[in-house]
């Protein structure tokens, strides 16, 4: 997903915030998504935001949306060790075809 | 609806042999996508079906690629002449039309040429 990056790896200690970060170049896509994927396993969609709003609060995540920035974030309150994954945002083109980031990976110590 | 099934989760080939790869979509999704997702890297779009037509095919998509899904419910992917670069997770995805709130993806198909 050259049009759409994210950092490599992000390491939290349990019951610390992560903030995961996306810039993307598409300014026309109406929702931006953020997935999890666990080891060896498909893509779970984890939460997602409208174009038209700044945050979405979603018990633990927080998503926020800086549309002048192109700039995506994903805050998880509370870190737990089962969010170890690697986690990718999205934006969807014409066709709702996803273009994916590269992936954080998100590696939490007990 | 156990959600998007994927068959079979691994499969090993020789290079140069042909594999065919199945996605099942949930039942009342119309819109049926497949990915590329090599080691490290996000998954990559290769094509997308609403209901039977193929609507859109990526550059990555090259001839010895073929994907159908003849009567709009579930989808085949096809790799003939397999290369070591075809190796990858083949990941499928539905929806329904756009606006939908996200994909539901499968747990993909790893595909190893030796």
């Known amino acids: 997903g050259e049009d759409v990056e994210q950092s490599l790896f992000l390491s939290v200690r349990e019951g610390d915030s992560s903030v995961i970060n996306c810039t993307y170049t598409?300014?026309?896509?109406?929702?931006l998504y953020w997935y999890k994927q666990e080891p060896g396993a498909g893509l779970q969609l984890l939460t997602y935001?409208?174009?038209?709003?700044d945050m979405k609060q979603d018990q633990r995540l927080t998503v926020l949306l800086n549309k002048k920035d192109k700039h995506l974030s994903l805050r998880i309150a509370d870190t737990q060790t089962g969010d170890s994954a690697i986690y990718f945002c999205a934006d969807p083109r014409a066709g709702n075809m996803l273009t994916f980031g590269g992936g954080t990976r998100l590696m939490v110590k007990p | 609806d156990t959600g998007v099934s994927q068959d079979p989760r691994h499969k090993i080939t020789k290079r140069g042999q042909n594999v065919t790869f199945r996605c099942d979509p949930i039942?009342?999704?119309?819109?049926l996508y497949w990915y590329r997702q090599t080691l490290g890297q996000g998954p990559e779009f290769l094509t997308y079906f609403q209901n039977e037509a193929q609507l859109e095919k990526s550059r990555l998509l090259s001839d010895r690629f073929s994907a159908e899904r003849p009567k709009g419910s579930f989808s085949t992917l096809e790799i003939q002449r397999t290369e070591q670069g075809d190796s990858a997770m083949y990941l499928c995805?539905?929806?329904?039309?756009?606006?939908?709130?996200?994909?539901?993806f499968g747990s993909g198909t790893r595909l190893t040429v030796v």
């Open positions: 995805a539905s929806s329904l039309d756009y606006g939908d709130y996200g994909y539901t």
């Open positions: 935001i409208f174009s038209n709003m």
């Open positions: 039942s009342e999704h119309n819109r």
């Open positions: 598409d300014s026309s896509s109406t929702y």
